[in-house]
């Protein structure tokens, strides 16, 4: 019996020292990680919590005292019904999952249309005499500075002349989107010439890549921008293939400083080169391919990418990727080159962790992204932005801010820790709640904007 015991006491105690090393090992790992992300609030608490843990397992390992075996199992038992809680997948239904606009978007809604329009034209008077509601609005960013202009707040002359090189190439670009058609037509199977062009995009630098029919409501109904301005838009291209492209988490966490400006403007020439060359190789094979790139959309990108199986539209209104969160750009080619279809995957997680999170409406310096829950906008549940006032502060500040993306907890790096947080994130409805509070204490709630890489700030 006595011998009994001991074994059971000399397990207990095995248990206990590999459990506690366990744990205080894995908070040393997320130190290591972080302080590599050169998240320094983060490795601090992760140290500490690597004390904190480890001390009950040793405790119980090295002293003796009245109950020790019961308290022993008690704190093991804990441990296990922790790992249950967390990671037993618990998946309530969303309401109002996959939902497609009743109806189309007009570009010249679009906060860039507007911002376009010169006063004393006949488009400025036509617009704003058919939209008189958003004059007044429209007035408050004009009174500012305006985007990569000297004279905003956060005007650093080498960021902002990066992003103005970057539109300007784009600029080049755009004449370049569609162009003629090889006469010989190669015949293809969907699924190899799919195969192909994903894996091709993902070597020119795409993050992830996806394949959808192109609905209706993909499309603008009316161009914004440039000589076709007004033109009702027609397309009537099979499918669309769409491709994300990563943003440097280093220069997004400076935000809203001048690297934000150049990284994104860089994101949009880098994904926009990869759509046009994708549109030049199908139009070499003889079928009909354009490029959807930036200032040059006929189409609702997130949308497209959203069907295409990339993500989720979140609260701040962006494409939700499952690895890298909102931190993507996205380009769209529409084709009529048969290909093979992903399939819309389920992303409620995304949803209800929207919906508890609000960090980037906590964040945003403008107030413009809603606490409230969902509301119906054109027939579709979503978060209501107000694109008036972000657009303001992009005026103010020059650059276009991104304080939200990088204050988003599913837009940490690409790496097993975090991977395995965004797995649990999607595995469980209370893993969720129980990453948003870990997210907050490591990252804190209003996460402070970094200073520019070194070599940005010369
Ligand atoms: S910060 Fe939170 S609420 Fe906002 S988009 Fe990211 S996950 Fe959703
Ligand atoms: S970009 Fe900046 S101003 Fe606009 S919604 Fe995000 S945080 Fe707010």
Redesign the pocket.
């Known amino acids: 019996m006595l011998s009994l015991i001991a074994y059971n006491q000399s397990l207990i105690d095995l248990l206990l020292l590999f459990t506690g090393f366990g744990i205080s090992g894995i908070m040393i790992y997320v130190k290591i990680i972080s302080i590599i992300e050169k998240e320094y609030r983060a490795a601090k608490i992760s140290f500490l919590l690597s004390v904190i843990f480890f001390a009950p397992f040793i405790s119980l390992y090295l002293y003796d005292f009245p109950y020790k075996e019961i308290a022993s199992i008690v704190l093991l038992a804990v441990v296990v019904l922790v790992i249950i809680l967390l990671f037993f997948p618990v998946r309530p239904k969303i309401k109002g999952g996959f939902q497609v606009p009743k109806e189309k978007h007009d570009e010249r809604n679009v906060m860039f249309s507007r911002n376009e329009l010169k006063p004393g034209t006949k488009q400025f008077d036509s617009y704003y005499s058919n939209n008189s509601d958003k004059k007044y609005l429209d007035d408050k960013f004009r009174e500012k500075p305006g985007l990569l202009s000297p004279d905003s707040s956060m005007y650093h002359p080498f960021s902002f002349a990066s992003a103005h090189a970057n539109l300007e190439v784009i600029e080049a670009l755009k004449p370049i989107v569609n162009g003629s058609v090889a006469k010989q037509v190669i015949d293809i199977e969907p699924s190899k010439i799919s195969n192909y062009l994903k894996t091709w995009s993902k070597k020119l630098g795409a993050h992830s890549v996806g394949i959808t029919e192109l609905k209706d409501y993909h499309l603008y109904s009316h161009k914004g921008r440039g000589d076709l301005y007004g033109k009702e838009i027609s397309n009537k291209q099979k499918y669309a293939i769409a491709i994300t492209i990563e943003m440097d988490n280093e220069m997004m966490q400076t935000a809203p400083k001048g690297s934000v400006v150049m990284e994104s403007t860089q994101q949009y020439l880098s994904s926009g080169t990869i759509a046009l060359q994708l549109a030049y190789f199908i139009r070499n094979l003889g079928y009909s391919a354009r490029a959807h790139i930036d200032g040059n959309y006929e189409l609702i990108c997130p949308l497209v990418a959203r069907d295409a199986g990339l993500g989720e539209i ?3 209104g962006l494409l ?1 990727t499952l690895k890298l ?2 931190r993507v750009r996205i380009a769209v080619i529409t084709t009529d080159i048969p290909l093979e279809l992903d399939k819309r995957k389920d992303f409620s997680s995304v949803i209800d ?2 919906g508890i ?5 906590d964040v945003c310096p403008s107030s413009s ?1 809603s606490f409230n829950q969902r509301e119906e906008i054109k027939g579709v549940l979503r978060w209501k932005i107000n694109h008036e006032s972000c657009f303001t502060y992009w005026c103010t500040s020059g650059t276009d801010c991104g304080r ?1 993306m990088a ?5 940490h790096p690409n790496n097993y820790m975090h991977n395995f947080i965004r797995w649990g994130i999607s595995n469980s409805y209370i893993f969720r709640r129980f990453a948003l509070y870990m997210d907050d204490l490591f990252y804190g709630r209003k996460p402070k904007s970094r200073n520019f890489p070194s070599w940005i700030d010369m």
């Not at 999170?357 to 409406?361: E, I, T, V």
């Not at 204050?407 to 837009?411: D, G, N, R, S, V």
């Open positions: 979140g609260r701040m939700m969160g909102p962790f929207c999170c609000k960090k980037c409406a992204i939200c204050a988003c907890p599913y837009a």
